[in-house]
């Protein structure tokens, strides 16, 4: 198993997903009202009910180009309500995502080839990070955000691996770190590094970080985000479904991508429990 390295993180970015709002309100002064417009069909109206209120929330949105179309706008609409609730129920929360910035490299690619292609070069793409909401912000004050993540020029690439290590640090600069809740439609994806590496980096990465957080101590939970046509087996062992059918209504599929949320958030009940059991035998 190849050792999983970076070629170059100089090129890598943390963004606010108010930076592609406000572009977005720059192209055009309506788009937010659009947007809200459009996404008023996928609103669930589902009656979402928050367990253990107390514990930390931090959503972890994949942001890959296989996201696009309605199941990103399924994602966006439930994050909504999800947010509106958790705010409800005073709940401290937090959401990021996580793409590159580029196709198929960008410029650690191009670094790379000027190099003469040394093999085995680990990850050879840009990593844009995203945050939606901070921990300590007040949702109505950036609850817009979330309208970032439909901007077109984003959604590209996803190494999830390192996306979950930079949300568990986020997590842990925290008292308490609460729970990981990751959204993904499938397996980490990076043209070039898959293309001049070993072809299950990303994957095994993946399950490493997996594993060496909930070693650590960290509470994940996870959603797979499924189109019904087989695309993207879920690189995420035990996760709850949400099921994104061309068949059904958009709501339905909103209310689908909720009904998993909360299945991965109630996750955190039922490891207390285990964790319990085990010390009474």
Known sequence: MQEYKVFTAEHDRVVSASFYKDDLLER?????NKMKQT???FASGAEIEIMDPEVPRTFLLDCSGSMRGRTIAATVAGMVEMGDALHTAGTPFEILGHTTSAWKGGRPH???LEQGRPPLPGRLNELLLITVKERDEHWPNVRDNVYGLLHPGLLKENIDGEAITWAAGRMREHESPGQLI???DGAPIDDATLAFNEVDLLKDHLAKVLEDEASEGLNIGSVSIESGHGYRQSAYPDAQKALMLDARGHSENTASLIQAMGAAMASHERQLDAEEDALSN
Request: proline residues 7%; aromatic residues 8%; negative net charge.
């Open 110 to 112: 191009k670094e790379w």
């Open 28 to 32: 055009d002064p309506e788009n937010l």
């Open 39 to 41: 996404l008023a069909q």
């Open 182 to 184: 990751v959204c993904s």
